[in-house]
């Protein structure tokens, strides 16, 4: 079994990589209506919709950033805003259906391309592809207030 140290340099090498192919497929078959920003907050809000500040936190950037990232988004009929309550202050984002549409539509390409590298191994190495990707999934699908406070410098 190989060293941690090991394990955790290739994770380094090969993720960027792989995000890079990602990306690189996502602009294309995105044919210039969405930003990779703009398409992952797309993907978000197609999975749940959310507020405003959680959005900007998810990303990285500042509120108001993420305010205009989403009127982009409003103006061109992806994206909805929603009052909660009686409060205007507290406003729900989500998906129109065109932006479902376009936003599964952009998915399902990508993924039919990746598939088609992924169709070259042989049977066995699909299957430790798999079961990899399923421990990477459990490993980093459990948000760790510690680390995200530590990486930010927070503590």
Same mark, same amino acid.
């Given at each position: =079994?190989?060293? /941690?140290?090991? @394990?955790?340099?290739?994770?380094?090498?090969?993720?960027? +990589?792989?995000? !890079?192919?990602?990306?690189?497929?996502? +602009? &294309?078959?995105?044919?210039?209506?969405?930003? /990779?920003?703009?398409?992952?907050?797309? #993907?978000?809000?197609?999975?749940?919709?959310?507020?405003?500040?959680?959005?900007?936190?998810?990303? #990285?950037?500042?509120?108001?950033?993420?305010?205009? =990232?989403?009127?982009?988004?409003?103006?061109?009929?992806?994206?909805?805003?929603?009052?909660? #309550?009686?409060?205007? !202050?507290?406003?729900?984002? &989500? @998906?129109?259906?065109?932006?479902?549409?376009?936003? +599964?539509? /952009? +998915?399902?390409?990508?993924? &039919?391309?990746?598939?088609?590298? /992924?169709? $070259?191994?042989?049977?066995?190495?699909?299957?430790?592809?798999?079961? #990899?990707?399923?421990?990477?999934?459990?490993?980093? &699908?459990? $948000?760790?207030?510690?680390?995200?406070?530590?990486?930010?410098?927070?503590?």
């Amino acid at each position: =079994m190989k060293k /941690i140290e090991d @394990c955790s340099k290739l994770l380094l090498e090969v993720v960027p +990589r792989t995000m !890079r192919l990602i990306r690189a497929e996502m +602009r &294309s078959f995105a044919a210039g209506d969405f930003t /990779i920003p703009q398409f992952r907050v797309l #993907g978000r809000l197609a999975r749940q919709p959310s507020s405003n500040n959680d959005l900007a936190e998810w990303m #990285g950037v500042r509120a108001p950033t993420m305010t205009k =990232m989403i009127d982009k988004l409003v103006t061109r009929g992806f994206v909805q805003r929603k009052v909660v #309550g009686t409060d205007r !202050r507290q406003v729900l984002l &989500s @998906c129109t259906k065109k932006g479902l549409s376009r936003t +599964r539509a /952009i +998915r399902n390409s990508v993924q &039919s391309k990746l598939a088609v590298n /992924i169709r $070259s191994l042989t049977e066995k190495e699909r299957a430790e592809l798999t079961a #990899g990707l399923l421990v990477l999934e459990e490993l980093f &699908s459990h $948000s760790n207030t510690t680390t995200t406070a530590n990486a930010r410098g927070d503590n």
